[in-house]
């Protein structure tokens, strides 16, 4: 009822299934637009933030605007996340992108349900087919990371930190991920180097202590 006072046109898709690539491949499919504009519903933007994405895409010529997320819970706010640059990750909670990126890039990836890394793998497959990212800081987020609700309902914290200490450490999508990717070996690497860094609560993620506290561990 409250879109009814604005001349703009709102098709909504309602799901029963909790199903986060489901939902927003559902989505993609229905538009007919030239824009996606990707968004979580634990976040806060300003007024301005949809032309914020428009003019990072018009100004630099590239194909994805990623908005920053910025969030006090977890781990401090990267300095690089307050300046323009060349996008080193792809948030589905804050970004638009052409429409055209699908129909080369295919869809998310259904094997990340209910689990993490499956914007970050669409992020690795828009770079290797040649599209251009830029990191926008004027079109950020506040993302709340509330503490139900969203992938925190189906167990997991981040990618290394599950809801409960008799769940696999990485969740079985981070393995997918880098298998899929880079083979068993390097799967194999990337284990010894992140689970000894990885034992600490959410709320360490990122600090000296929690680093500490994890090797200890």
Not at 31 to 58: A, G
Not at 59 to 74: I, L, Q, R
Not at 182 to 209: E, R
Request: glycine residues 8%; proline residues 5%.
């Amino acid at each position: 009822d409250f879109y009814k006072n604005y001349s703009i046109k709102i098709v909504l898709l309602r799901q029963k299934e909790k199903m986060l690539w489901q939902a927003r491949n559902k989505a993609i499919k229905t538009s007919n637009s030239d824009y996606v504009l990707l968004f979580d519903d634990d976040s806060r933007v300003n007024p301005n933030w949809i032309i914020n994405h428009l003019k990072c895409l018009d100004f630099f010529n590239v194909d994805v605007s990623a908005g920053a997320s910025k969030s006090t819970v977890g781990a401090p706010i990267p300095i690089h996340y307050d300046y323009f640059r060349w996008g080193d990750q792809f948030d589905t909670g804050n970004a638009m992108l052409k429409k055209e990126i699908f129909k080369r890039c295919g869809l998310f990836d259904r094997q990340f349900e209910k689990m993490r890394m499956g914007d970050g793998e669409y992020g690795a497959r828009i770079f290797l087919k040649g599209y251009k990212i830029v990191n926008n800081p004027k079109a950020y987020r506040i993302h709340l990371k509330s503490p139900t609700g969203g992938l925190r309902l189906h167990g997991s914290w981040d990618g290394m930190r599950p809801t409960s200490i008799f769940s696999p450490r990485p969740i079985p999508s981070v393995l997918y991920l880098i298998k899929k990717y880079w083979g068993k070996k390097a799967a194999i690497n990337n284990l010894l180097i992140t689970i000894p860094f990885s034992l600490s609560p959410y709320h360490m993620k990122g600090k000296k202590s929690g680093y500490i506290l994890s090797l200890i561990f």
